[in-house]
């Protein structure tokens, strides 16, 4: 039995749509008395949403892209049935338990899974397809997933010799999430859109290309040191991570520029729709690396690690700015779920409204002035909004 796309997709949208559910949850935590673990639900909350949403998301349109024609569907169903094994693993005992054994456990069975994944996808892509640039993208995304793993695997050791709170318990986590979304996510993403661009005879000049792929890269790996600074290291790590946050920037800017030189171009591949998401998700995507660019700042940096909401605010503007609208744009442009207009404009307008409100929130806190009335409510009430959007573009989605 072969497991269609579309299928895979709308249980992405189903983890999605569970892991706003939880968000909600959490914001009602702080307007009335739940009997919940507030931190067994902000783990589920978090790894089904970058591993049951995202991950899985993204690991279908990889297959959907460069795979699909090849007679490998058996294979792949076998390795996205396990994937969903360690999945509802995960849903059925974080709430419960946290992190603990039978969690760690499918846990880890995921990291095999995504192991598994990266191996198949680059094994069964063909010679052809090897020499362009999206793919070139796309395998680095599938290295720093693999890198990303070290945190993980890490964590096992440092719980038992030093224990949890050891300064390398949470260096750990910051090195898994920064690898899977700085790295694996984003750049899975930019691969995406350069095959878009390969498909149409949009052609990119040779130099600009290995120019912003040095670039883009470096920035990575770079950049990783803003996320060791609530340590107050030497200034040496700002200087890195400043640096490795600036150059991300400078691609970024530079691909922008790239793609305007071939405006003409551009605007005769995307519906008009389309091309409004993704001026937006650009537009987020040069926001979130100016945030990062001044946090390489000692004062910033410690604003960040001291006001939560500040790193909350980032998270989700990365995660559902940037990550979801980029998926949005895909599944529309290539026909899986062809997304409408109202549940997108719902989407964007509570996503927007939220970030404000935490963004807010930290302000406030950092100035040492009262929240507004109510704040908590509103929060919970906009998150629910977001919810109801995700669950209208599944359910109102537009024939393809």
């Known amino acids: ?11 992405a949208f189903t983890y999605f749509i569970i892991a706003a559910f939880f968000g909600v949850v959490l914001r009602l935590f702080h307007a009335i008395d739940l009997p919940i673990n507030y931190k067994f639900i902000v783990h589920t909350h978090s790894h089904i949403a970058l591993l049951g949403w995202v991950y899985l998301i993204l690991t279908t349109l990889l297959y959907h892209v460069y795979l699909s024609n090849q007679s490998i569907s058996k294979k792949h169903r076998n390795l996205f049935l396990f994937t969903q094994i360690t999945l509802i693993g995960m849903l059925v005992t974080f709430p419960f338990q946290g992190y603990a054994l039978f969690s760690i456990i499918f846990s880890t069975l995921f990291l095999i899974a995504s192991y ?32 990303s793993s070290i945190g993980p695997w890490a964590l096992g050791a440092i719980m038992t010799m030093l224990g949890p709170l050891s300064i390398w318990y949470r260096l750990a986590i910051y090195f898994y999430l920064h690898f899977l979304y700085n790295g694996w ?3 899975a993403l930019v691969g995406l859109f350069f ?181 908590y409510s509103a929060l919970a009430f906009f998150s629910a909004l977001i919810l109801i959007s995700i669950v209208l573009i599944l359910v109102l989605r537009k024939k393809a």
């Open 1 to 11: 039995m072969v497991i269609s796309v579309k299928k895979q997709v709308y249980l």
């Open 116 to 147: 598994l994944f990266t191996w198949f996808f680059i094994t069964h892509v063909s010679v052809s397809t090897k020499a362009s640039y999206s793919y070139k993208i796309i395998k680095s995304a599938l290295v720093y997933l693999v890198i």
């Open 185 to 187: 996510m984003i750049l």
């Open 195 to 375: 095959y878009i661009l390969e498909n149409k005879k949009i052609t990119i000049n040779k130099k600009t290309f290995t120019s912003f792929y040095r670039l883009i890269n470096a920035g990575v790996i770079l950049s990783f040191f803003l996320s060791i600074l609530w340590i107050e290291p030497s200034l040496l790590y700002n200087g890195l991570g400043g640096f490795g946050a600036l150059i991300q920037l400078i691609a970024i800017v530079f691909l922008i520029c790239e793609l305007r030189s071939n405006d003409q171009s551009i605007l005769n591949i995307f519906t008009d729709f389309q091309k409004m998401i993704l001026k937006t998700v650009f537009g987020l995507l040069v926001l979130k690396m100016l945030l990062q660019l001044i946090t390489a700042l000692p004062y910033f940096a410690m604003l960040a690690v001291n006001y939560l909401d500040f790193t909350i605010g980032y998270l989700h503007l990365t995660f559902l700015g940037i990550i979801s609208l980029s998926i949005f744009f895909f599944l529309d442009y290539f026909q899986i779920l062809k997304v409408t207009k109202g549940p997108y404009f719902l989407y964007i307008t509570s996503f927007a409204i939220t970030e404000l409100l935490i963004f807010y929130k930290g302000f406030a806190s950092w100035q040492k002035i009262s929240i507004i009335e109510n704040y």
